[in-house]
């Protein structure tokens, strides 16, 4: 899971947002830059998570507001790039305020909150 | 690369090993995967730099095709644990950029509609009646205004979706139909294997 995607999560069963993010393995996988994309993401993202999820993971402070296609800050978007794109989470949890825990094993976030019957 | 070199690189992808009923399981063929994302990148250009999700990926047959389409950003979601095992293989022999998520799709995590394009081959309904409308629903919630949907749906409720669609803020076109051949998946399949007509839906969520 990228933290892009951790971004979208919220908690299937109460609905809320954002999820607590614990990570034990982390992973770095490079990806080609590709502003136009960020620039559309940046619309569907909570800024202030954004900001939140920047500082859990050591990459310093994101300005206050999120940046347009206008502002001229080409460290931020690249910034972003890295942090949403290319930083994968492998291992860990996801909690939802009411305790519910979602693990993270092998890259794959397991959202179930119902047990399926296949029968 | 040539289409028909895509669809040999599909056929080598590993499929289910023991397709659930319940789930209607079974793989897309990868003629219909390489037609259908041919179609939505090259004729409308939903694909390459866009966030995708597949709703049911299974195995992963449509993620590999849409990558091989120039998709570099997509999610597969899957409620089947051992379907997501095999997806998750395909992804690394192949090399995919594909994100795995484990989620049953009518209880979906996602806080907004954020993907721009989603790709599906939803069951058809024949074990859960309707499910292969709510599966429908589903991807227009989570896709962005302005973005598109791709579903295979049974020829025979091709007038139903039209009006369940005119229902919806989005409009819908059928781009083509299939044959859908299934070969003798299950034990409730008399036959050893039957033709389907299929269509093939684009839906364009209104801005």
């Known amino acids: 899971m990228r933290l892009l995607t951790y971004n979208f999560l919220q908690c299937p069963k109460t609905k809320t947002f954002p999820l607590i993010l614990e990570p034990t393995q982390v992973e770095t996988i490079?990806?080609?830059?590709?502003?136009?994309?960020?620039?559309?993401?940046?619309?569907r993202l909570d800024w202030n998570l954004v900001r939140q999820v920047s500082r859990q993971f050591a990459f310093?402070?994101?300005?206050?507001?999120?940046p347009k296609e206008s502002t001229e800050d080409e460290e931020t978007f690249r910034l972003l790039h890295k942090m949403l794109l290319e930083t994968h989470i492998k291992e860990?949890?996801?909690?939802?305020?009411?305790?519910?825990?979602?693990?993270?094993?092998?890259?794959?976030?397991?959202?179930?909150?119902?047990?399926v019957n296949d029968e | 690369m040539q289409l028909w070199q895509i669809e040999e690189l599909?056929?080598?992808?590993?499929?289910?090993?023991?397709?659930?009923?319940?789930?209607?399981?079974?793989?897309?063929?990868?003629?219909?995967?390489?037609f259908l994302v041919q179609i939505a990148e090259n004729s409308f250009g939903d694909l390459k730099g866009k966030l995708v999700a597949d709703l049911g990926c299974g195995t992963g047959m449509l993620c590999a095709a849409m990558h091989y389409f120039g998709a570099n950003s997509i999610v597969g979601i899957d409620v089947d644990e051992s379907a997501l095992a095999i997806a998750k293989v395909n992804t690394i022999q192949c090399g995919l950029p594909v994100e795995l998520l484990q989620s049953n799709i009518t209880e979906l995590p996602f806080n907004s509609a954020v993907f721009d394009t989603v790709v599906m081959n939803p069951p058809f309904g024949?074990?859960?009646?309707?499910?292969?409308?709510?599966?429908?629903?589903?991807?227009?919630?989570?896709?962005?205004?302005?973005?598109s949907i791709y579903s295979l749906h049974k020829t025979c409720t091709r007038s139903y979706l039209y009006r369940k669609i005119l229902q919806r803020k989005c409009e819908g076109e059928v781009l083509g139909k299939f044959i859908f051949n299934l070969s003798k998946t299950f034990a409730f399949h008399r036959m050893e294997s039957m033709d389907i007509e299929v269509d093939l839906w684009r839906l364009k969520r209104k801005k």
Not at chain 2, 10 to 34: G, S
Not at chain 2, 126 to 147: M, N, W
């Open chain 1, 30 to 43: 490079e990806t080609e830059y590709n502003k136009e994309f960020i620039l559309r993401m940046i619309p």
């Open chain 2, 10 to 34: 599909l056929a080598d992808l590993k499929t289910f090993e023991n397709p659930n009923i319940f789930w209607e399981q079974y793989t897309t063929p990868p003629h219909i995967a390489a």
């Open chain 1, 92 to 115: 860990g949890v996801l909690k939802s305020q009411d305790g519910t825990i979602y693990p993270i094993k092998d890259g794959i976030p397991n959202m179930l909150i119902t047990q």
């Open chain 1, 60 to 66: 310093g402070e994101l300005p206050q507001v999120a």
């Open chain 2, 126 to 147: 024949t074990r859960r009646k309707g499910i292969d409308v709510v599966f429908l629903e589903k991807a227009i919630e989570i896709v962005y205004p302005g973005g």
